[in-house]
């Protein structure tokens, strides 16, 4: 069965370093997603990727991330100068389409700051 | 803004019961809403997606209502098994999902 992959599983990284999270989207579908749940707090909405461009983003999502999809199946999160604030797992997810379709997730990357 | 809701937070029962999870919703403009399964420390699994224009959704020993107008879905689970313990996540779709903050199931054999 088709599935998103992350990678790494964890992450340890120190303060004020570039962390770069990797996902593989299920090949078949368009629409992709970074996703982040802090220990003990609800999944967070981060951003939206269509068509090899932004197409939504929350107010977490600010210029110290980006996001990029630099060939035809990886898709990337990058965190430039990492806070200890960023600590949290962080999932990747894709969709066949936007609107009314299932949305499948990857097992998740922890990325610990220290 | 969206807002959701998950009631009961914590729910601890005997092996063989039905239980009822229930999620609630501020903003009945909504795609669709997918319950998601998450064991520690791990990914969401996808369990049921309902479209808006459905009431219901089946798979096995689960049974998802929507009542979109009132802002409520429920999860219902026949049955239940030691493995179905998990914690139980709403999220409804507008493109993006908002979650809820999930139920903590614990069935004792």
């Known amino acids: 069965e088709p599935e998103v992959t992350q990678t790494p599983s964890h992450q340890v990284t120190q303060m004020g370093q570039e962390v770069i999270l990797r996902c593989v989207p299920i090949?078949?579908?368009?629409?992709f997603y970074w996703y982040r749940q802090i220990l003990g707090q609800k999944v967070e909405f981060l951003v939206s990727?269509?068509?090899?461009?932004?197409?939504?983003k929350s107010e977490i999502f600010d210029d110290q991330f980006s996001v990029e999809r630099p060939d035809g199946s990886n898709f990337t999160l990058k965190i430039r100068s990492t806070k200890l604030e960023d600590s949290a797992m962080y999932f990747c997810?894709?969709?066949?389409?936007?609107?009314?379709?299932?949305?499948?997730f990857g097992q998740g990357t922890r990325l610990t700051v220290v | 803004k969206q807002e959701v809701t998950q009631i009961p937070a914590a729910l601890s029962v005997p092996e063989g019961e039905n239980l009822v999870l229930n999620c609630s919703f501020t903003?009945?403009?909504?795609?669709?809403l997918q319950w998601f399964r998450q064991d520690p420390g791990k990914g969401l699994t996808s369990l049921l997606l309902?479209?808006?224009?459905?009431r219901e959704q089946t798979s096995g020993r689960l049974n998802a209502s929507l009542d979109k107008s009132s802002g409520r879905s429920t999860l219902y689970i026949a049955a239940s098994q030691p493995g179905d313990s998990a914690t139980y996540l709403c999220?409804?779709?507008?493109?993006?999902?908002?979650f809820g903050q999930g139920t903590i199931l614990t069935v004792h054999p």
């Open positions: 997810a894709s969709s066949p389409l936007n609107a009314g379709t299932e949305a499948f």
């Open positions: 090949s078949n579908h368009l629409y």
């Open positions: 990727f269509y068509n090899n461009e932004i197409s939504e």
């Open positions: 903003d009945s403009a909504i795609y669709n």
């Open positions: 309902i479209q808006s224009s459905q």
């Open positions: 999220g409804t779709s507008y493109g993006k999902l908002t």
